[in-house]
């Protein structure tokens, strides 16, 4: 299966950016300090409406009608409702089953927090926080949650896979996020404490969850493990034949691209994209079947001005005042971007888009303005993204 | 200007079946019920998470990628925020100027409900009432109300006109739509006080609402009436030279057709739609540019059972337990229906379809099933509505 999918970011794990009005009046910058600053019946008031719109059964029938096969979808590690003050969420990727098996879409469930976090980002669970892996409590958690997930799931007709935990950062891209900067620590010694995750902890953990979802998840189903940053590492793990039906993920973002020196132009970007993420994509893809779970058209070039790495008003970083090309301008570029980047990941297996929605407003918030690209249906609507040949 | 145009429904006047969680726990069947119903801050916080996600920036991108031209967004009385304990709204009816501006779509305001109500519906402010015309007060905040809109908005490029009151329910009409039986009044004494519209009046108040508006619109900007269910009772009305650019605006929905005997079949639809709306908006483009406001491919074939003119569980109705058509089945019949409804309203001037967006779930409750039909851009993505021949 070739996959072409988005990712249902921002619905069951918040990002303050995508949906700012679940965060007003507060100065939480992420999901886990919301609830320390709302009374609980404000703060439930708030995630119950985000959750009952932001997606629903009307977004799946959309998502195919984009030619999409897939879906990936994000879920805390609240999900069962067992970590108050959160809200489990067990019941919306219930329906979206539903949705799914419906209309014809395959669901990955994409484990995207774990307890004191994988990688402090603020989509992390708790920014600027990295301790999860130096916890046993928390990682014996993590696996009796992936068991759960696959036990009620793995039998699905709809169900595409379990993707073990998201973003997990090792020492390769430690320096280049960091994290302490970009997403400050609310508990500063709670931020000291941080540390990458190690690849030897990585691999084991891996292993271990591997067998808990297999064995209620028959091999049909894709067991899919993130590549923590460190993509060519993993030419010597998993290949016994133990292990059936795994998929690697590599996320690869243009303003990744950036912040290795790669020259903000459509060229740049092209060159880059084809000489290095679609090169090493063939690389891997000799090992494992090969997919870019995340990724998206958003770069600085667009915006019109250096964003350094992807950073916004939300860390501190001003934006334009106004566009600086045209619409026609920006959907050449767009274009030109799109084909390049789904050229390269279909050396591979295919792809999720990040993200499907986004409540950003560029008009009203110039600061916005380029970020918008990082809507999946923005892009299809105005051309940017080319749904028909992708 | 021919107009092709969706609804903005549910998202600045509340209906609870289009988003039933902003309802949960309580009983309140209407928006008017619901902060009594609730703590300030619960309400607060529902209401304002919905109208931050319920419609953005995107929708316009996405509305406009649909070949549409316009958009009709209903708003309430208290709009300005000058009722409490109901929440303005301007802010959010200011940012849609600018994404309409943006996005190249024209507005047209439309005067949802009014203090007291003008039709007793759900959707009129307070079910099961119908007062307003009585109250000289109430009636006097109306026109100062519109007279609001007219200098805020009167000049803006993205403005296509006001409406000055939607669906006013005349004694043409009363009968059939039984308010009292299909939305019981919460006050029995108030429901027993409600009298339909009178036509003499609401030509005395069309008129007022017209010279207070075009004070500060301009007449490239239009004046919208609604025809009050009695669509061929205005051809002696407003054909003075005084009156320009005054748009007629009658709602036609195949459940009216079957509340007035049309047979439950594709055919039966087609042939009424043909003889009779198409023929009346020919008739009445005589005297007004028509457009058809409210419209949709909703109806009992497809649901799979009589809804008895479109009632639902929330008037008690059962729905079905199963799809009584496949998917392909009732593509067939949408696109046949659309082609007669779209024929119809392009006699005259366009058309709104009613509604851009709702939340069903017809996965996980059946009772739902063929209600989607309601949503366009479902429709659109199911290829029920033809977009590119619309």
New interface residues.
Partial sequence: MQIKGVNLGNWLVLEKWM????F?GTTAEDEYYLPTQL?K??YE??I???R???I???DF??I??HHMNAVRIPVPYFIFGDCPPFLGCIEELD?AF??AE?YGLQILIDLHTVPGSQNGFDNGGISGVCTWAQDPKKVEFTLELLEKLARRYGTRAGLLGIEIVNEPLTAAAWDSFNIQERYKPVDEALGKQSRPVEMAFLRNFYVDAYRKIRKYMPVEKSVVIHDGFDFLAWKDFMQETEFENVILDTHQYLMMAEMAGCAQSVEGYVNFVKENYEEEIKEMSRYFPVICGEWCLFNSYACGHDTKGGQSVLNGMEGVEAEAFTMEEKKVIYQELAKAQLQAWNAGNGYFYWNY????????ESSWIGW?AW?F??C????WFPVEHA
């Fill in positions: 949906s700012p009005a679940l007003e009374s019946e404000v008031a708030r119950k409406v985000h009952s719109e932001y629903t059964e009307r029938a959309i195919k009608s329906k539903g949705w419906k929605k986004l409540l950003l407003d560029t008009v009203s918008d809507d249906d923005k299809v609507a105005q051309g």
